[in-house]
């Protein structure tokens, strides 16, 4: 394990004792899960010398993004993650920036995806219903589908329509969540927020890079790009890019989450 994970590794742990100081797990009401299939496919990512497709086993996922409304309940149950009272060591200081109070993101937020949130709550929240974040290899093999396809990446009509989001400008507040459904019954997996993965600091840099200081992340996301199977999938590598140079205690105004339940990723 690297330096790096080691750390992130110990910072987790301490991040599920302070969960573990307050209330019992409880699952919010109308939290669905749906279910997916296990299957193969070929990562954007490299993989290993003979470029064999990754398995995943079965596992279910939240159908839409974890919102403010379901993270305001959470706070109120753990009030460790309220803004003001989390360490600084599990978030930065724009964590819920946005929300008018430490525990009320406002009234007309409710069904918004909760933004603003470090990796660590993030755990956090899934944790205190049964569960956990995805995966990339979970994420992006759900994320791969359309409406009707399992692997829709090959459509250019699809690429375009993901890449319609980005051209957006990121200062407009995010719409409700409750998008069409996709092949699997899960909704938002584009166009709406980025979200955290559970392996977001493994994608592309090594933890050699972090280590040297360098204020510039972005540039080892460039670099790390280098070895990606599928360069033409801009729109997720721009994900990568945006995963790998974060810290678990960072936020972003675009960055939400998701959680799934069931076997991580099993390696071929």
């Known amino acids: 394990m690297s330096k790096f994970r080691q750390s992130l590794h110990a910072t987790a742990v ?27 496919f070929t990562s954007v990512l490299s993989g290993d010398a003979d470029k064999e497709p990754v398995k995943v086993a079965p596992f279910a996922l939240r159908t839409t993004p974890v919102t403010n409304g379901e993270f305001r309940d959470f706070v109120l149950r753990h009030p460790q993650w309220q803004r003001g009272k989390i360490p600084a060591t599990f978030a930065d200081g724009s964590y819920l920036h946005d929300w008018q109070s430490p525990a009320d993101p406002g009234a007309d937020k409710a069904n918004q995806p ?20 995805p995966t990339w290899y979970e994420w ?44 699997y019954g899960v909704r938002d997996m584009h166009g709406l927020v980025w979200e955290w993965v559970d392996d977001f600091n493994a994608l592309l840099v090594s933890a050699d890079s972090r280590n040297q200081g360098d204020p510039d992340k972005l540039q080892f996301c460039g670099a790390g790009a280098i070895s990606l199977q599928d360069r033409e ?10 995963l790998s140079s974060l810290g678990g205690a960072d936020t972003t105004n675009n960055l939400g989450f998701r959680c799934a339940r ?7």
């Open 140 to 183: 992006e093999y759900v994320a791969a589908a359309d409406d009707t396809h399992a692997d829709a990446r090959r459509d250019p009509s699809w690429r375009a329509r993901i890449l319609n989001w980005y051209g957006q400008s990121s200062s407009t507040p995010p719409a409700a969540v409750g998008g069409p459904a996709n092949f």
């Open 14 to 40: 301490a991040s599920a004792l302070l969960l573990a100081a307050g209330i019992a797990c409880a699952a919010p009401a109308g939290a669905n899960y749906a279910p997916i299939q296990a299957g193969a």
């Open 114 to 133: 909760v933004t603003s949130v470090s990796w660590f709550a993030a755990q956090a929240f899934c944790e205190s219903e049964g569960a956990r974040l």
């Open 262 to 268: 069931g076997n991580a990723m099993e390696a071929k």
């Open 233 to 242: 999938n801009y729109a997720v590598l721009m994900r990568i890019a945006l």
